[in-house]
């Protein structure tokens, strides 16, 4: 309320009092998303105490590895399912000869189509002589292995894959891996369906173990001496001797007569990039140029600092990531307002859902080096910048409040990687 002596000083009365108060009001509104926009700013930066301060337990090793989930972008928004695990996570089995462990859908709920598994043999060890009921495709990550698979006309594939390397294995089709000199392998194992278990596969000492002796007798022809000789439990992994060389064994078990006509590995590190430019590279490998991958398809994806995985989506499959190298962040856009942002470093699995919109930003000193995988026999994917250049100058005009030049400055075609 304005009291009398107010009203009665020189130049004050109540309309030009309320005129100020009006306009006060205004500017403190015009101010009002400027002043917003800093706070979260300062949140952002972890400088605004009253937002962003968590001042009960934390544990700082996780929330230092996913700073991306703990003070997300403002652009994030509503409810994702999580798209981020590690298999730092996942429970390692260790046997004498080396070490497994996997991540399914079971730790990521929304990836039905494909499963992981991070593998390591010592030199000379086996993974043992098995089958099963998925497509297996491996990437090797460090090391050497020699692997073998039987085909079903009675000729086998051997061959000696070494980092960078992979292989595909066909469900059903018997084979093995074992870790050769120096130091054995370590290498990573996709399957096409989320629910594949490590644990559930077909072992060739599991089977003999479980069949009666009488049986295994009349079967391999051997006397009951010999027969006892066999395993009576898993072996799964187990050390062995490392191999001589490659061409020996492949002589010794029939040479060309029996060798396969198919190739079930590829060079795919040493490959020439499908795509490469100052921002990274990308190498596609899929039934085009490795006909034996039927129904997985991966892109080995390498991003210099800064740089960015441009935004896209995938109309034909989900996509599950595997960094390798280097640290980033990715945002997963899955419609209706719903977008959340995760963090991710190496060994770390993402998930992104058919057709959602994402992109990969490398926000480290080091080069990102990921794989991108599907489940699919080719690799597609939409680009949004490729999108905005085909259509109608108008058009585009009107949906994104751009003036021609603008829109001119965007690219007009497929960069899969976009330099800093």
């Not at 700073?67 to 798209?83: A, E, K, L, Q, R």
């Not at 043992?128 to 497509?135: G, S």
């Not at 991003?303 to 595997?322: C, D, F, T, V």
Request: aromatic share 10%; hydrophobic share 40%.
């Amino acid at each position: 309320m304005i009291s009398t002596a107010q009203s009665e000083q020189p130049g004050i009365n109540r309309r030009s009092f309320l005129g100020a108060a009006a306009a006060a009001l205004s500017a403190s509104a015009i101010m009002a998303p400027d002043a917003f926009a800093q706070s979260r700013e300062q949140i952002r930066k972890g400088t605004a105490n009253h937002s962003a301060d968590n001042p009960g337990p934390v544990n700082k090793a996780l929330q230092a590895e996913n700073n991306s989930s703990n003070t997300p972008p403002d652009t994030d928004h509503g409810d994702v399912s999580p798209f981020w695990y590690s298999f730092e996570l996942s429970h390692r089995r260790i046997q004498d000869g080396g070490w497994t462990r996997q991540v399914t859908q079971k730790d990521l709920p929304d990836s039905k189509d494909l499963a992981g598994v991070n593998m390591r043999l010592t030199a000379g060890s086996y993974r043992e002589l098995h089958w099963h009921t998925a497509n297996e495709w491996a990437f090797m990550l460090y090391g050497s292995a020699r692997i073998t698979v039987l085909n079903t006309d009675g000729t086998i594939f051997i061959d000696d894959v070494h980092a960078g390397d992979l292989w595909f294995f066909p469900r059903g089709l018997p084979h093995s891996i074992q870790g050769l000199g120096p130091d054995g392998c370590e290498f990573l194992l996709v399957f096409d369906q989320g629910t594949f278990s490590e644990y559930q596969t077909f072992l060739l000492s599991d089977w003999v173990a479980h069949t009666p002796p009488s049986i295994l007798e009349k079967n391999f022809m051997l006397p009951a001496s010999a027969i006892r000789k066999l395993p009576d439990d898993e072996e799964y992994i187990f050390p062995g001797t490392v191999p001589g060389p490659l061409e020996d064994d492949k002589r010794a078990v029939g040479g060309a007569a029996v060798e396969s006509k198919i190739s079930y590995s590829f060079r795919m590190q040493s490959m020439k990039p499908t795509f490469e430019d100052a921002g990274g590279s990308v190498r596609i490998v899929d039934s085009t140029n490795f006909p034996a991958a039927k129904t997985i398809t991966a892109a080995l994806v390498t991003i210099k600092p800064g740089a960015l995985r441009e935004m896209h989506w995938h109309p034909n499959a989900s996509e599950w990531q595997y960094w390798i190298r280097g640290s980033g962040r990715m945002t997963v856009f899955v419609s209706s307002e719903k977008a959340r942002t995760m963090s991710f470093n190496a060994n770390d699995v993402g998930y992104v859902p058919a057709v959602a919109g994402h992109y990969v930003e490398n926000t480290g000193t080091e080069d990102v080096v990921f794989l991108e995988m599907f489940k699919s026999d080719v690799f597609s994917d939409v680009s949004l910048n490729q999108w905005i250049r085909r259509l109608p100058n108008l058009m585009v005009r009107e949906h994104l409040h751009l003036d021609s030049s603008e829109i001119g400055r965007i690219p007009d075609a497929k960069d899969p990687i976009l330099p800093r």
